[in-house]
């Protein structure tokens, strides 16, 4: 029977281990003459082997710097400056020196970028994390001519916004970036003519759009007629924009309707469930003026929705909310604060512009537990009142009643009334949508040095008359054009305001306090409608102190100014009220 290949080969195999243990004896090895024997073959086909892996490798080895040397070169291309390359590349290099805090930079991405008269605003997309100022530089970027390196005036940010750096100004036509950023360099959109925020308004489906440039007299209604508002991703394409009526127009404040489409947009972006929007370019809304010069205002303005409406609720979470708009006065927080939780406000909405003194910290020794404070970045330059509008559009679903005063001014209740009384009184009045009271102005009491127990009991000397009021009001009732002028608004047809008495309730209006604090006044106003100190026009205006004129130069009889009445009213409360019987301090 004829054997197959694989069974001859096994008999051979088989075989050969018979005679090789034959050989041996039986001894379990056999003898060294026999291990040792080696097919004459085998040497010849290791050297074969070992030649043709030889020529298999020099093959590959030419093979490949024929291809690297001659083929294959590189060239990198690149619109973007020397000085962005420069920063990122040094940005590697510092991520490469080393894993300390101070050596590793983070990346941001830069959304937009705003031309001030004194500085460049650089405000990043959400997630951007920045280090110190003093790790990171401007980069500006001029044509024909070598990159440019100033270091930040501010940076800031927060848990729930943008950050934002403050750049010097740079010259005319220069485009901005950051040592730390990978985006290009950005150029400027300028302040005077921009469309700068907006909000989403669900109670009535529309957009509350603010802007610079339309030159709106303060006050008054506009023609709404003349504009419109207009949503899109770029809106230089006029066939990729959606355009909605406006409602009103007052001083910097355009009210429209918010089309449909832009509705079930932001459901889909703020919809923890949604998508979300995976296109790198935001929807942006900006004002259009119709006509034969139809132009539309540039724009950085995101529409944000509002805290949705909850028509079901019968009682708000606070019952008096403060409003405030400051610019470094830190060191005066805590007083304020603390007093007015006292007399019985529940919540503070504070628009920082642009501070640089540690309001971060000042605000980081409030105990979040007592004191519901909130600090909301508002860079803006000289728009009080359209911030004010924000502000009670942001604080109307929680807040019944909302003060509106400034961090040197302190409400006080002469009579037997608190504020408790006096806003329960009127919330069973819902055609009273407002509560005007007297300022009285102190002034420097003497003094030469800050009072190191607070402004409340540090001056007492004002003058006999008072000036203007200042207002409580209930922001369901505000005209939805929320035009405000000087702390009070514009209210909804057939709701009125009511003026309170001296005897009831009035506000202490620290205005005049020693020079070292005064002379703050004059590196500017964040009032729009109002000259700051150093203009020379409306020199003789109550908003400024009479007699001074527009230079920061001391008088020599400061001290004894604006004093007329002693008043001690509001003092001896402060140490009756909060005065540690034992050290004899104040918490403050």
């Known amino acids: ?37 080696r097919s004459p073959a085998a040497p010849q086909r290791r050297v074969f082997a070992a030649l043709f892996a030889f020529l298999c490798a020099g093959v590959v080895v030419l093979g490949g710097v024929h291809v690297i040397g001659a083929s294959f070169r590189p060239v990198l291309r690149t619109a973007w400056p020397s000085a962005t390359l420069n920063a990122i590349s040094s940005d590697a290099r510092a991520q490469q020196a080393g894993s300390t805090a101070d050596a590793v930079l983070p990346s941001v991405q830069i959304q937009h970028a705003v031309a001030f008269p004194d500085r460049v605003l650089l405000i990043l997309k ?52 950051l040592s730390l950023s990978l985006s290009p360099p950005v150029a400027p959109l300028q302040w005077d003519r921009l469309v700068y925020t907006a909000l989403v308004d669900s109670r009535d489906n529309s957009t509350i759009v603010f802007a610079k440039g339309m030159n709106l007299r303060p006050g008054r209604l506009g023609v709404a007629s003349r504009y419109q508002c207009v949503f899109g991703r770029d809106l230089s394409k006029p066939k990729h924009v959606l355009t909605s009526p406006v409602i009103s127009a007052a001083q910097e404040i355009f009210r429209c309707v918010t089309p449909v ?3 079930r947009y932001l459901r889909m972006t703020t ?39 909850n028509r079901h609720r019968r009682q708000k979470a606070h019952s008096m909310c ?58 803006w330059m000289k728009s009080q009142e359209a911030g004010f509008a924000h502000c009670a559009l942001r604080a109307r679903e929680s807040c019944e009643w909302v003060g509106f005063i400034d961090i040197d001014e302190f409400l006080h209740f002469p009579g037997n009334k608190t504020l408790q009384d006096i806003l329960r009184n009127y919330s069973n009045r819902p055609r009273i949508g407002e509560l005007r009271t007297a300022c009285h102005s102190f002034g420097p009491s003497g003094r030469t040095k800050i009072p190191k127990k607070g402004v409340t009991t540090g001056y007492t000397c004002r003058l006999a008359a008072p000036e203007r009021h200042k207002s409580i009001v209930r922001p369901d009732a505000l005209n939805p054009s929320l035009i405000n002028v000087v702390h009070h608004f514009h209210l909804k047809e057939g709701v009125r305001y009511v003026n309170l008495g001296q005897g009831v309730m009035l506000i202490n209006h620290y205005k005049y306090q020693v020079w070292e604090v005064f002379k703050d006044k004059f590196s500017g106003r964040v009032a729009t409608y109002v000259a700051d100190w150093q203009d020379e026009e409306n020199v003789g205006s109550r908003d400024r102190a009479p007699g001074l004129g527009t230079k920061p130069v001391e008088p020599e009889d400061w001290p004894r100014r604006f004093c007329e009445v002693f008043d001690t009213g509001l003092k001896d409360f402060v140490h009756k009220a909060f005065t540690d019987p034992a050290t004899g301090s104040l918490p403050w």
């Open 126 to 177: 959400d997630g951007s994390s920045l280090p110190a100022p003093q790790r990171f530089e401007c980069l500006y970027s001029p044509a024909n001519s070598s990159e440019l390196r100033r270091q930040p005036l501010l940076a800031a940010s927060l848990p729930d916004g943008p950050s934002l750096v403050h750049c010097p100004a740079e010259p005319s036509g220069v485009d901005v970036s």
């Open 1 to 37: 029977m004829a054997m197959s290949a694989k069974e001859r080969k096994l008999s051979r195999l088989g075989s050969c281990k018979v005679t090789s243990a034959a050989g041996s004896g039986g001894g379990g090895g056999g003898s060294p003459a026999a291990r040792g024997h």
């Open 261 to 263: 489409r832009i509705r």
């Open 322 to 379: 403060v409003c405030t708009m400051l610019r470094n006065q830190a060191r005066f927080l805590r007083e304020w604060i603390i007093y007015h939780s006292h007399i019985g406000v529940e919540r503070w909405f504070i628009y920082d512009n642009n501070s640089d003194d540690d309001i971060e910290q000042a605000l980081g020794t409030m105990d979040p537990s007592r004191y519901n404070v909130t600090r909301h970045l508002w860079p």
């Open 271 to 309: 919809n923890p469930n949604g998508n979300g929007d995976s296109d790198d370019k935001p929807m942006l809304v900006s004002i259009r003026t119709k006509g034969q010069r139809d132009s539309t205002l540039p724009s950085i303005a995101e529409p944000e929705p509002l805290p949705r409406y």
